[in-house]
């Protein structure tokens, strides 16, 4: 199996079998902070000018896989932003 190491950027337009998206600080914050709204559905909010443009990045990333997707958060950011009945309905989510 090949493993490929790539930013976002790079791999536009290609699909993958699987993608290990690692969450990275942007301008104001982490994608964790930045789309926690979004990911407790929460879609009303407008989002900060940093905040429309990380979710495009991480739109790329995150739709390059067709059968696995992670997605790698620090435990305490998804604690504070992320943990909500809302998000573990819809990802399993895993402690490593």
Known sequence: MDIE????????GETHIATLYMETFYHTGTESKLFSERFN???NNPLNSYAQDAIKVAYVGMSR?????Y???RKDHFIEYLDSHYVRDVWDIRNI
């Open 41 to 43: 559905g929460i879609m």
């Open 65 to 69: 896989p067709r059968y696995l997707l």
């Open 71 to 73: 997605y790698v958060v």
């Open 5 to 12: 190491v790539a930013t976002v950027h790079s791999v536009k």
